[in-house]
T-cell receptor, first 113, second 109 residues
Framework: DVKVTQSSRYLVKRTGEKVFLECVQD?????MFWYRQDPGLGLRLIYF???????EKGDIPEGYSVSREKKERFSLILESASTNQTSMYLCASSSPGSTDTQYFGPGTRLTVL | KNEVEQSPQNLTAQEGEFITINCSYS?????LHWLQQHPGGGIVSLFM?????KKHGRLIATINIQEKHSSLHITASHPRDSAVYIC???????????WGAGTKLIIKP
């Protein structure tokens, strides 16, 4: 079974703090994604990566950065957390191909006070 | 207007009822996905469709490419089917997914 893990299920941070969210997948997938999910808005893509050290902006990259130093790990960084970044953050991975099924981690619910 | 629209937004039904959730899209697609998200956050892929119909247990997904519409059906619904069901499409010209806002389903015993 594909396994995608995220470093924390729940996280509480203060405004201005630097926040790291880590995602690890064990299926040697090339593609990895970071989404945020807010009520009524569905999933919105923040950043994605096709390969190690490759990254592309998604729909809402402002206020975020990412790092992919190893194939299995994709990190989302909030340089200076703000209250409007309080959200559920979901990581996913997939392998290029006809199915492009994305496998999701359990999510991290981040609260910024 | 969103490129992927789901209806209804919320649905409450009694155990045993036949459930239909709809997804309409306005772009050319190469594939459509149905996913399930249980309370607590985890998302699971249910189906990937590019034409016709797929069935898995009590779940059936259909797609009509000409009408740009897909439906997810649940037969003999059960409280454990309570979840958010999300439709997502992969566009013709890129491989990012375009996401619907989800349908929150509650099945009462």
């Amino acid at each position: 079974d594909v396994k995608v893990t995220q470093s924390s299920r729940y996280l509480v941070k203060r405004t201005g703090e630097k926040v790291f969210l880590e995602c690890v997948q064990d299926m040697d997938h090339e593609n990895m994604f970071w989404y945020r999910q807010d009520p009524g808005l569905g999933l919105r893509l923040i950043y994605f990566s096709y390969d190690v050290k490759m990254k592309e902006k998604g729909d809402i990259p402002e206020g975020y950065s990412v790092s992919r130093e190893k194939k299995e790990r994709f990190s989302l960084i909030l340089e200076s957390a703000s209250t409007n970044q309080t959200s559920m953050y979901l990581c996913a991975s997939s392998s290029p191909g006809s199915t492009d099924t994305q496998y999701f981690g359990p999510g991290t619910r981040l609260t910024v006070l | 207007k969103n490129e992927v629209e789901q209806s209804p937004q919320n649905l409450t039904a009694q155990e045993g009822e036949f459930i239909t959730i709809n997804c309409s899209y306005s772009v050319g697609i190469s594939a459509l996905h149905w996913l399930q998200q249980h309370p607590g956050g985890g998302i699971v892929s249910l189906f990937m469709l590019s034409s016709g119909k797929k069935k898995h247990g009590r779940l059936i997904a259909t797609i009509n490419i000409q009408e740009k519409h897909s439906s997810l059906h649940i037969t003999a619904s059960h409280p454990r089917d309570s979840a958010v069901y999300i439709c997502a499409v992969r566009g013709d010209s890129n491989y990012q997914l375009i996401w619907g806002a989800g349908t929150k389903l509650i099945i009462k015993p």
